[in-house]
């Protein structure tokens, strides 16, 4: 007689009646309810570290529209002056060397 090498895989291959199926089908669904408890546990973890991430990137991005918001108003106030001339700086050349004068003034 041929035995058919196939017929021994599968899940009725292993299956034996004992007085311990019943507790290894306890234990079976015991450990997956503790290890969809511990993924959902972990997934609520993971939510929040990007909520805050997201929070933190968010707080940083308004920063920094303030700051190039006031540099932009700051450089717009040096541009609006009453006198274009008070932009220039004079030079004379004194002997071999120039020598300037308006550096002095505040606000440079």
């Known amino acids: 007689m041929v035995q058919d090498p196939v017929a021994s895989l599968g899940f009725g291959a292993r299956r034996r009646t ?14 997956t309810v503790v ?5 959902a546990v972990l997934a609520v973890f993971t939510a929040i570290a990007v909520a805050v991430f997201a929070l933190c990137a968010g707080v ?6 303030f700051a190039l918001r006031a540099r932009r108003q700051a ?5 609006r ?9 004079e030079a004379r ?8 004068y308006g ?6």
């Open 18 to 31: 004992s007085w311990t199926a019943p507790f290894t089908a306890l234990a079976g669904m015991i450990a």
């Open 35 to 39: 290890a969809l408890a511990i993924g």
């Open 60 to 65: 940083v991005v308004f920063f920094a529209g």
């Open 75 to 79: 450089v717009g106030r040096n541009r």
């Open 81 to 89: 002056a009453d006198d274009p001339a008070e932009d220039v700086i």
């Open 93 to 100: 050349k004194v002997g071999d060397t120039w020598v300037t």
């Open 103 to 108: 550096w002095e003034r505040t606000g440079r």
